[in-house]
């Protein structure tokens, strides 16, 4: 089963309004990495957290992660019809393998 | 700054044709990572590579195979092409080896169709 779920699976906002993603996972991790992909092209990297790391921030970009309830936020302050895209958690597990195990994705769609 | 290199970007072949994608990292980044994601699916991790040596194994069919070479760029084979291996495939690459604390850093994907 997935490692990562996502919600919501949809979101539909107004520009300018804040967006809040939710990623939960099962199995301990070494670090919570989230990805944007547009529509049917590449996964862009924005922001790794660490599992020793409670919140971070990037530009208009707060992460939060909860190591407890195996959780994490993606929160996008003031969105623009650009941020319109899906939205991928991807999780590093602690136990020293590489790969990256993806949750299932938000969709964003931010309307002008 | 250079990025990952995966070519060709789009690839149409026929049912069981065989198909081979290829992977250029990052210069001075030492492991390849491959993930399949299929129409409207999250990316799947199908294996990946350190120096040269395989070093984790995902969901990889039997009819898939992979490898690194010397000048670390990988390539993907897929022999026996089935319509469910339509998708977009995605190559990764990281300066860190084993233990993972880098970032991934993934190129803009081969979009495999089989006909």
């Known amino acids: 089963s997935q490692q990562g779920e996502e919600d919501p699976q949809a979101l539909s906002i107004q520009e300018g309004e804040n967006a809040t993603m939710n990623c939960s996972y099962k199995?301990?991790?070494?670090?919570l990495q989230w990805y944007r992909q547009n529509s049917g092209r590449g996964l862009v990297h924005l922001i790794l957290?660490?599992?020793?790391?409670r919140e971070k921030h990037s530009g208009r970009l707060r992460v939060t992660l909860d190591t407890s309830k195996k959780s994490s936020s993606l929160l996008i302050t003031a969105s623009r019809a650009a941020d319109t895209a899906s939205y991928f958690c991807a999780t590093l597990l602690a136990s020293g393998f590489q790969k990256l195990v993806f949750g299932t994705g938000t969709r964003l769609l931010v309307s002008p | 700054a250079a990025g990952v290199i995966q070519s060709p970007r789009h690839l149409i072949k026929e049912k069981r044709e065989t198909a081979t994608l290829k992977c250029y990292p990052i210069?001075?980044?030492?492991?390849v990572y491959w993930y399949q994601q299929g129409p409207g699916q999250d990316p799947q991790f199908l294996i990946s590579f350190y120096e040269k040596m395989q070093s984790d194994k995902g969901s990889i069919p039997d009819r898939f195979s992979a490898q690194q070479f010397s000048d670390y760029h990988s390539e993907l084979n897929m022999s026996s092409l089935e319509l469910g291996d339509s998708a977009l495939y995605f190559c990764?690459?990281?300066?860190?080896?084993?233990?993972?604390?880098?970032?991934?850093?993934f190129g803009p994907g081969t979009r495999l169709t089989v006909t």
């Open positions: 957290i660490r599992s020793n790391e």
């Open positions: 199995t301990s991790i070494n670090n």
């Open positions: 210069p001075r980044h030492d492991t």
């Open positions: 990764a690459s990281s300066p860190g080896g084993t233990g993972g604390e880098n970032e991934q850093y």
